[in-house]
């Protein structure tokens, strides 16, 4: 599992060169050798693309590759090797091709000025609000986004929204009428728009908490009058207990561990089983270190993101609560690119 020195507390905004400044070992004076090191490994794997690009060959097959021999770079680099490949790839000049991809380029422009947004989200969830992109997009640029938006981490990142609202149904099966949900980083809750027991009109409330005003206003939009409750707010006003907001039968964090190191997971799992109600149950969710999409997340992409495998799930849940208080398992997604972790609190 990688990790990185700042906390991501709720209050920085998330960039991939704010995770590289800020790696647990400090700067080395070997500054040229590391960059020649890393250009003879990068620039082969980066021309080959760039050169298959120019001669037109399949997009597919060509981001396949290149995505393929990224990750084994980056598997078989050391942190301070893997920064400095990052680095190059970022100023290389396949970007041309490779910026034409809607996904990619959200990504590493960042229009919310951070990583991992919900509209990056509802990109590869092809949400229809995202429509415009693709139709105003390149011919090579869709051929690429059909590779990016497909990859298993993708298709993960989609099960996880069907997943979500699953266990929201389930757990207002569990508790009957007026079951009261709590969605912590939930971004646009897109979960809301498929999951069957809020249109019928079984959830007394959801709280949907996120840090990103423009995502707190798409929720407003979506589901105005309901039982829908949009707030502005982020996890370092949990840990503060800025909010107050009562015992819930669900909380959930999704999308958010992933920019979280292990000390804060651990105090905001902490603070987060407070909110449950007895019998109450909470979810979250972690890509998992299986994805092979990482190497080209980090350069081209600039998304950064901590993985986790289960025994790292476990170990967050075990530092957190009395396991005499609460049933637990640990559980991955169908591709295993995101594993779960379940706790309930024993009624
Ligand atoms: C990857 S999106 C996940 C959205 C949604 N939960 C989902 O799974 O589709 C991450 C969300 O976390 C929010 N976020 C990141 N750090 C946060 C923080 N410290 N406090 C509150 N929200 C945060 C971002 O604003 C963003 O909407």
């Given at each position: 599992?990688?990790?990185?020195?700042?906390?991501?507390?709720?209050?920085?905004?998330?960039?991939?060169?704010?995770?590289?400044?800020?790696?647990?070992?400090?700067?080395?004076?070997?500054?040229?050798?590391?960059?020649?090191?890393?250009?003879?490994?990068?620039?082969?794997?980066?021309?080959?693309?760039?050169?298959?690009?120019?001669?037109?060959?399949e997009?597919?097959?060509?981001?396949?590759?290149?995505?393929?021999?990224?990750?084994?770079?980056?598997?078989?680099?050391?942190?301070?090797?893997?920064?400095?490949?990052?680095?190059?790839?970022?100023?290389?000049?396949?970007?041309?091709?490779?910026?034409?991809?809607?996904?990619?380029?959200?990504?590493?422009?960042?229009?919310?000025?951070?990583?991992?947004?919900?509209?990056?989200?509802?990109?590869?969830?092809?949400?229809?609000?995202?429509?415009?992109?693709?139709?105003?997009?390149?011919?090579?640029g869709?051929?690429?986004?059909?590779?990016?938006?497909?990859?298993?981490?993708?298709?993960?990142?989609r099960?996880?929204?069907?997943?979500?609202?699953?266990?929201?149904?389930?757990?207002?099966?569990?508790?009957?009428e007026?079951?009261?949900?709590?969605?912590?980083?939930?971004?646009?809750?897109?979960?809301?728009?498929?999951?069957?027991?809020?249109p019928?009109?079984?959830?007394?409330?959801?709280?949907?908490?996120?840090?990103?005003?423009?995502?707190?206003?798409?929720?407003?939009?979506?589901?105005?009058?309901?039982?829908?409750?949009?707030?502005?707010?982020?996890?370092?006003?949990?840990?503060r207990?800025?909010?107050?907001?009562?015992?819930?039968?669900?909380?959930y964090?999704?999308?958010?561990y992933?920019?979280?190191?292990?000390?804060?997971?651990?105090?905001l799992?902490?603070?987060?089983?407070?909110?449950?109600?007895?019998?109450?149950?909470?979810?979250?969710?972690?890509?998992?270190?299986?994805?092979?999409?990482?190497?080209?997340?980090?350069?081209?992409?600039d998304?950064?993101?901590?993985?986790?495998?289960?025994?790292?799930?476990?170990?967050?849940?075990?530092?957190s609560?009395?396991?005499?208080?609460?049933?637990?398992?640990?559980?991955?997604?169908?591709?295993?690119?995101?594993?779960?972790?379940?706790?309930?609190?024993?009624?």
């Amino acid at each position: 599992m990688s990790e990185t020195a700042v906390d991501f507390d709720g209050q920085s905004l998330i960039t991939g060169s704010l995770v590289r400044s800020s790696r647990l070992s400090p700067p080395s004076d070997d500054e040229p050798s590391r960059f020649e090191i890393a250009s003879s490994q990068l620039f082969p794997i980066l021309s080959a693309a760039e050169r298959a690009f120019m001669d037109g060959l399949e997009p597919n097959g060509i981001v396949e590759r290149l995505a393929a021999r990224l990750h084994t770079l980056r598997r078989s680099s050391s942190q301070a090797l893997w920064d400095a490949v990052v680095e190059l790839a970022q100023r290389h000049s396949i970007r041309r091709f490779l910026m034409q991809d809607p996904l990619t380029h959200w990504s590493a422009t960042k229009p919310r000025g951070y990583s991992g947004d919900a509209g990056l989200l509802d990109i590869y969830y092809k949400h229809p609000s995202m429509d415009h992109l693709l139709a105003d997009c390149t011919p090579l640029g869709r051929a690429i986004y059909d590779y990016t938006s497909e990859v298993p981490a993708c298709e993960a990142g989609r099960e996880r929204c069907r997943i979500l609202a699953r266990t929201v149904d389930e757990a207002v099966e569990r508790t009957g009428e007026g079951a009261q949900i709590f969605a912590v980083a939930a971004g646009h809750l897109r979960e809301a728009e498929i999951c069957g027991s809020l249109p019928a009109g079984r959830i007394a409330r959801w709280v949907a908490l996120d840090q990103d005003s423009v995502s707190v206003e798409v929720m407003a939009g979506a589901h105005p009058g309901s039982v829908v409750q949009p707030l502005n707010g982020s996890v370092l006003g949990l840990l503060r207990r800025s909010y107050d907001l009562g015992t819930f039968d669900l909380v959930y964090a999704s999308g958010l561990y992933d920019y979280l190191q292990d000390k804060t997971a651990v105090k905001l799992l902490q603070r987060l089983v407070e909110f449950l109600k007895p019998g109450g149950t909470l979810l979250f969710a972690n890509f998992s270190d299986e994805i092979v999409s990482d190497g080209y997340m980090e350069t081209f992409m600039d998304w950064p993101l901590i993985l986790r495998s289960e025994a790292d799930m476990w170990r967050i849940v075990n530092a957190s609560v009395d396991r005499n208080l609460f049933e637990a398992s640990v559980w991955y997604g169908a591709n295993r690119n995101i594993v779960y972790a379940t706790l309930r609190r024993h009624g």
